[in-house]
């Protein structure tokens, strides 16, 4: 089957909107003008409820369909935050904010939820309740998480949640999903090392901290290789390391290694930061200095239910081709909804486009239609009327 006939007729003006979110890019809370554009638009749409300042600065709406004999709702999500980083797209309809771009297809997620918002609101050819929620914060700052503890699923009775991402390598219109694990969980760490400073003339005198944050890397670097069973998948990246001096003759008393902590495993989670831990202890302790470990609890993992993955599959089938798709090590905060209601999350090509988070990155209005579709089908797939 093709996309909705609807949907496909206001193709260009869902990507005008899209086109001004584009525009106007607003970071993680910030996004007051993006949830205000939202929240206009559902109810020019004739939504029966709409709510603002869920999760701080998130949107949703309730749109009722023509019946509703067994009180279910399902929630449709997008997000709607950009990044801190400069746009080179060239594009006539390219980032107006300085060091900020929608360079993940935020703009194209929140722009198909408001079209799918619009046709549902207009056909309500179904037997329950739509819930449209457009999140902000995803890009680092667990919006997702913000707004579930608002108690968003229990105010508005939701049942199963679903979401789309769009997949940049995949071909345009084509949708891909698997069950269970699809995300990693995403975990940051510091370790703040401690010695003595002293002269570069004068080693012996000191407890070098570059010394020792050296053979902590190297050692380290055993946990995944080492400490975790084969089978499973983790990535453990230091990122950056410096010392608190920048002077050639100068051995610093304090250095700084950060890194990130990406696995599809709640087990594997909690063991990468007890090793850390211990290991940069041992290594500290031997050079005679101190160490201490700073954990920045992120993201877990995304996890697809099984049974709501049949259902947005069969959805992404009604409306084009639907692939498996590897696991990946991203992360979403949509986990955290996840966790709370089954539900899914399904890939949907963007094309030959540039990568995600690249300056040179656009969303591919032409998938536009296909993710309205799929966003409808899985309401009135999952609820047909009675």
């Known amino acids: 089957m093709p996309v909705k006939n609807r949907a496909a007729e206001f193709q260009k003006e869902v990507a005008a909107w899209r086109r001004d979110i584009h525009e106007n890019p607003e970071i993680l809370y910030d996004t007051h003008r993006t949830s205000a554009l939202v929240a206009e638009k559902l109810k020019e749409f004739g939504c029966d409820e709409v709510v603002t300042g869920i999760g701080r600065?998130?949107?949703?709406?309730?749109?009722?369909?023509?019946?509703?004999?067994?009180?279910?709702?399902?929630?449709?999500?997008?997000?709607?935050?950009?990044?801190?980083?400069?746009?080179?797209?060239?594009?006539?309809?390219?980032?107006?904010?300085?060091?900020?771009?929608?360079?993940?297809?935020?703009?194209?997620?929140?722009?198909?939820?408001?079209?799918?918002?619009?046709?549902?609101?207009?056909?309500?050819?179904?037997?329950?309740?739509?819930?449209?929620?457009?999140?902000?914060?995803?890009?680092?700052?667990n919006g997702g998480e913000a707004m579930v503890k608002d108690g968003m699923m229990e105010r508005f009775g939701i049942d199963e949640v679903y979401a789309i991402h769009n997949s940049p390598g995949i071909e345009a219109g084509t949708f891909a999903i698997r069950p269970g694990p699809i995300l990693a969980s995403v975990d940051e760490f510091t370790l703040h090392l401690s010695g003595r400073g002293g002269h570069g003339a004068k080693p012996n005198m000191t407890v070098d901290t570059t010394v020792m944050m050296c053979h902590m890397i190297t050692a380290l670097q055993t946990i995944?290789?080492?400490?975790?069973?084969?089978?499973?998948?983790?990535?453990?990246?230091?990122?950056?390391?410096?010392?608190?001096?920048?002077?050639?003759?100068?051995?610093?008393?304090?250095?700084?290694?950060?890194?990130?902590?990406?696995?599809?495993?709640?087990?594997?989670?909690?063991?990468?930061?007890?090793?850390?831990?211990?290991?940069?202890?041992?290594?500290?302790?031997?050079?005679?200095?101190?160490?201490?470990?700073?954990?920045?609890?992120?993201?877990?993992?995304?996890?697809?239910?099984?049974?709501?993955?049949?259902?947005?599959?069969?959805?992404?089938?009604?409306?084009?081709?639907?692939?498996?798709?590897?696991?990946?090590?991203?992360?979403?905060?949509?986990s955290f909804m996840l966790q709370e209601r089954p539900g899914a999350m399904i890939r949907l090509g963007n094309g030959p486009s540039a990568g995600l988070h690249h300056p040179e990155y656009d969303f591919n209005d032409e998938i536009i239609p296909a993710g309205i579709s799929w966003f409808a089908e899985i309401v009135e797939g999952r609820m047909p009327a009675a």
């Open 57 to 141: 600065t998130g949107v949703v709406a309730v749109i009722r369909g023509k019946s509703d004999s067994k009180g279910r709702a399902i929630g449709l999500r997008a997000d709607m935050d950009a990044l801190p980083m400069q746009e080179q797209t060239g594009l006539p309809h390219a980032s107006k904010i300085p060091n900020a771009m929608h360079a993940c297809g935020h703009d194209g997620h929140t722009a198909m939820l408001l079209g799918a918002a619009k046709y549902l609101a207009e056909t309500r050819n179904f037997d329950g309740t739509a819930v449209m929620i457009f999140q902000p914060a995803e890009e680092g700052g």
């Open 224 to 334: 995944v290789s080492r400490n975790m069973d084969p089978v499973e998948k983790a990535v453990m990246s230091l990122t950056s390391a410096e010392t608190s001096s920048k002077a050639f003759n100068v051995i610093p008393d304090k250095a700084e290694v950060r890194g990130t902590i990406r696995t599809h495993s709640e087990d594997v989670r909690a063991m990468i930061p007890k090793r850390i831990k211990e290991i940069a202890e041992g290594v500290a302790a031997t050079f005679g200095g101190s160490v201490e470990l700073e954990m920045r609890i992120g993201v877990p993992v995304t996890i697809n239910d099984d049974a709501a993955t049949e259902y947005a599959r069969a959805a992404a089938q009604a409306v084009g081709l639907c692939e498996d798709v590897p696991i990946l090590m991203g992360g979403e905060d949509f």
